[in-house]
């Protein structure tokens, strides 16, 4: 008896009903993006086997207390700054957001947008951002929308991260040598081992002010449509 094809398992229900993406999400300034931002993020990439990361491109920073450029050039320095890269997205819906971008907000509009698929967010943060995360709006929110995964940025590597996360969210306990801490009811924190890259969007623009190279800390595409905008200059 030949049987009915929707019998078939052509696309196992079962089984994509239990896919889970893993989607890393890196938010940031970008203001440019450099090589800490993306060898940081295909570490993580690699170590937490995401099948993805959204780089957010902000588009009014709340904790910068400068000028930023156009959100326009940022988010093309950043489609650049990826474009070779097959799991790398950068997004800009924050583009459409009227206001200041608070992470929060951004974490819940992309669970939204991903919970159909049955998607685990992981957000990834430089170490210095960690030890602001208080100043953050809604912050105790942070850690039960997402998984923390916190990069190491030189000048802030070391030990205190541990007893700040626990001041911080009570109830994280360590596991896994100190990379992973777990809670009752939050999502797990990360505290990956990543190479340490001395490279700021901050170093770069003054690098470029001073008429200085910046070769090799950015993508070469970035490199120069900084230099065919004029970027950085005054
Ligand atoms: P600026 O110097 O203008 O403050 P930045 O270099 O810190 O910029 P952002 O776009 O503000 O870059 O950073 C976005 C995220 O990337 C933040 O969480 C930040 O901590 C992290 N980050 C930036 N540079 C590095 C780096 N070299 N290594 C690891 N994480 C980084």
Redesign the pocket.
């Known amino acids: 008896m030949v049987a009915d094809h929707r019998d078939l398992p052509v696309g196992d229900r079962s089984e994509r009903r239990n896919f889970v993406t893993r989607v890393g999400i890196?938010?940031?300034?970008?203001?440019p993006?450099?090589y800490?931002?993306l060898r940081?993020a295909e570490e993580v990439r690699e170590l937490l086997r995401l099948d993805r990361i959204l780089f957010v491109v902000a588009s009014v920073?709340p904790h910068?207390d400068r000028v930023v450029s156009e959100f326009d050039t940022r988010h093309e320095l950043t489609s650049l700054a990826i474009e070779d890269h097959p799991y790398f997205v950068a997004t800009d819906v924050e583009r459409l957001r009227p206001g200041k971008s608070y992470t929060v907000e951004t974490l819940l509009l992309l669970r939204d947008q991903y919970s159909t698929t049955h998607s685990k967010i992981f957000f990834?943060?430089?170490?210095?951002?960690f030890y602001e995360i208080t100043t953050w709006k809604s912050y105790q929110r942070i850690p039960e929308l997402a998984s923390l995964v916190i990069?190491?940025?030189?000048g802030f590597e070391g030990e205190a991260y541990e007893s700040f996360l626990k001041a911080t969210f009570p109830g994280y306990e360590g596991a896994s040598g100190g990379e992973v801490f777990l809670h009752p009811e939050k999502e797990p924190v990360f505290f990956l081992d990543?190479t340490?890259?001395?490279?700021?969007?901050?170093?770069i623009?003054k690098r470029v002010l001073e008429g200085r190279s910046i070769r090799y800390l950015v993508p070469e595409a970035v490199r120069k449509t900084i230099q065919q905008k004029g970027l950085y200059r005054s």
Request: charge should be negative.
């Open positions: 890196f938010g940031g300034t970008f203001d993006p450099h800490g931002h940081s920073p910068k990834l943060l430089g170490s210095d951002s990069l190491n940025r030189p990543t340490l890259l001395e490279i700021s969007s901050t170093d623009r």
